[in-house]
């Protein structure tokens, strides 16, 4: 289980987390919503320790280990396995480069299958098909497979991605949601930071929506689409 609580963090002078309180449990799929600019990607980088945003104040628990502050090769050894916003692929190393040098053993003891590229060529049998490109050659919709293939070479025990479906064309946000059926089905832990909504209440356990740096909605898929007002004034969605 990760947890994040009180949560502070931010940019020089201006502080863009203003006690962040949030949970991924084991086998749950997290959304996270908001609009641009509301501090989603600061709170993933806070939970991988990368610097900046810098964190002022709260603490960051992984399966009982305290993460708040350690350097992030440590955070990602312990099963942290984070799809950055943007994709951050090598685009001069091949796919398959690009997979192996992320494969790691799992941190724990892991539950079920391992991840390796043949399980990755499974998941996603484009990238098996583009295995001897390079990333700068791929598709944007390849790439974003491919970084999250990466992140799974890591056997993380907690996914966090980085609205994945941005950017990609509708017929695209779909397979991407079947994949992430998929990985559900495995129970991996998810927090998925989207601004597609109905890919996100489609796939959550638990939603939540930040504004201005603050958690101001917190709960299952049922009780977000009921709530209007939440909706509307957090998402602009049914306006
Ligand atoms: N490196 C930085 N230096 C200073 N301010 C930053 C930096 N990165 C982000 N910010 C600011 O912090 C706030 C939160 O940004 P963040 O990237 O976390 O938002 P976001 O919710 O991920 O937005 P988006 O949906 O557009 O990706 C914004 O006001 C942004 O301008
Ligand atoms: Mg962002």
């Known amino acids: 289980m990760l947890t994040v609580s009180d949560l502070h963090s931010g940019y020089g002078l201006s502080e863009v987390l203003n006690g962040v309180t949030l949970e991924v449990p084991d086998g749950k799929l997290v959304a996270l919503l908001g609009r641009n600019g509301m501090g989603k990607t600061s709170l993933c980088r806070s939970i991988m320790g990368l610097d900046p ?59 079920g299958e391992d991840w390796d590229l043949e399980r990755v060529w499974e998941m996603f049998p484009r990238l098996a098909e ?13 790439q974003q497979m491919l970084a999250i293939g990466r992140a799974l070479m890591t056997n993380p025990g907690v996914l966090i991605m980085d609205e994945p479906s941005e950017g990609l064309a509708p017929v695209l946000v779909d397979q ?12 991996l832990s998810m927090l998925l930071v989207e601004q597609n909504y109905s890919l ?20 299952s898929p049922e009780e977000l689409d009921t709530s209007e007002d939440v909706k509307r004034r957090y998402l602009g969605v049914g306006v």
């Open 53 to 111: 945003p810098a964190i002022r104040s709260g603490t960051i628990n992984y399966n009982g280990t305290k993460v708040t502050n350690m350097p992030p090769f440590k955070i990602a050894r312990l099963g942290l396995g984070y799809v950055p916003q943007g994709r951050h692929i090598f685009g001069s190393l091949t796919v398959v480069e690009n997979l192996a040098m992320a494969h790691r053993s799992p941190a724990g003891s892991s539950q």
């Open 130 to 142: 583009r295995k001897a490109n390079v990333g700068a050659q791929l598709s944007g919709g390849e």
């Open 176 to 187: 991407l949601g079947e994949r992430m059926q998929d990985l559900k089905r495995s129970s």
């Open 200 to 219: 996100a209440l489609k796939l959550a356990d638990i939603l939540y929506v930040m504004e201005n740096g603050r958690v101001v909605f917190a709960g």
